[in-house]
C-alpha cells in the first residue's frame, strides 16, 4: 500500500518519462508486489500482478488518463481551459507529449470534442420555480394500487381542464436496452417531434432528461403554452433538488424558470394507456432500427461508465491473447480472494501452484543447475507434467481431489480448496 500510494500520486506527469526511466521505479514496484503475495521469484511478473490484482504501472497511467478526460471536458476552470485550447491549436506534436496533450488525443480517440464552455449567463435556483410549474398530481396516487383506468381517468379530467385554458400537450420518452439509447417527444396523437439516438452509454436518465429539454425548445420555438408530460419522476425531483447542478438539468431549470406563463412540466405514469404517453413510448423504441439523428449527449457519470467499460474491454483483450498455465486458473483476470482464517503457509503453497512457479520446477534457475527431470516417466519437469500427465501424481490426485480437476480446485480458492491442494503436495512431497 504504501509503495502504491507513491507510484499514484503524480503518475499523471512521470507517467510520460521515458521507459529507460520508468525502469527505476518498476523494480521496486514488482518486488513489492511479488513480496505481497508470497510468490517463487522466478514467477513472471504479468502473472504476479494479476494475482495480486494490481495495474502495471503503464496501465495505471493509461487508466489515470483516461480517467483525467471525464474532468477535462467538464472543466470550468478558464485556466485549465485556455492549455487545451493552446494545446489543441499546436499541430506539430512534440516528441514527448504533455500529459494535457495525451488527454485531448485520449478524448479525441473516443470522438470527444472539447468544446468553448459556454457560460450560462442566468441560472435559476429551484426555488425560483413556480409551485404549479411542475404538476406531480398524478404522483399522489401509489402505482401498486391504483389501476391503469383510474391512471387514465385522472389524466383526462386534469388535461381537459388545463385545455379549456388553452394548454397543448406534447410527450416525451427515453428509451434505453442493451445496445441503443434513444428518445423522442411527441405530440398527444402520436406526430413525431423530435427523435434521435444516444451514445450507446448514456443512462436511461439523460435520455429522458435530453428529451425534455428538447421538448422545451420546441415549445419555445412555437406560440402558444404547452405542458410537457414525462413519465420519468427522477428527472423532475432532480430538477427540484438544489444539489443537482449537472449543466442538462439546470438547462431545463432556467426554461421553466424564465416562462412560467408558457410552460409547464407533468408527471404521468409510463404503461397505463394514457395515449401521448403511449406514443411516445413507441416512438423511442422505433429509434434503434429507423435512421434518426444521433446526439452526443452525456453527462459526468454517462462518460465515466463509458470510460471505465472502455478500460475493461482493453484489458480483457489483452488478457486473452496471453498464453500461460497461470490463465487456465484465472481465465478472467480476477484478484482471487482468500479466506482469513488459514495460516500463511497453505495459502502461499496455494498460490504457488497457481502461478505455476515453484522450487521443485524452478530452483535450477536461480542455482544455475540442469532442468530437472521425472524421473518416473523420463521427462523435463514442469508444473503442467506436474498436474496434467505424471504417472506418480495422477493416482494422489485422484484419491485427493475426487471429481473435480485440478485446475477447477486452483480456481476456487475456498478453505476446503487450499486444504486439499496442501495435502496433494504433502503427499507427494512438492518442494514449494
Ligand atoms: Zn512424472
Redesign the pocket.
Known sequence: MIVLSKIDYGIYIYGNSPKTTLKYLKSPYHQAARRSICAFPTSPIKNILAEAGLPTIEERHRELISKLVVKLIFSKNSVIDKDIHQSIRHKSKKRIQSSISKIIDKAHEMELQFKKPRKILLSYPPWHIKPDSILMNLAHYNKANTSNSVYCSLFSDISSELKKDGWEFIFTDGSKSLSHTSFAVTSENGFILRIGSLPESTSIFTAEAFAILHALKITMENNGKFIICSDSISVLRAINNPNNNTDLISSIRNKIAMMPKKIKLMWTPGHVNIRGNEEADKAANSAKEAPVFQFNAFTKQDLKTRINKNLKTLQQTEWSLYHHHYKKVNPTKSPPKYPTNLPKRKITNFVRLRLGHISTTHQHLLTRNNHPI?V??N?T?NIS?ILEN???SKPIMDSVFKNLSIYDTLKNPNSKNIENVNKFIETLKLTL
Open positions: 521425472c518416473t516417466c521427462t519437469l507434467h505424471c504417472q506418480i
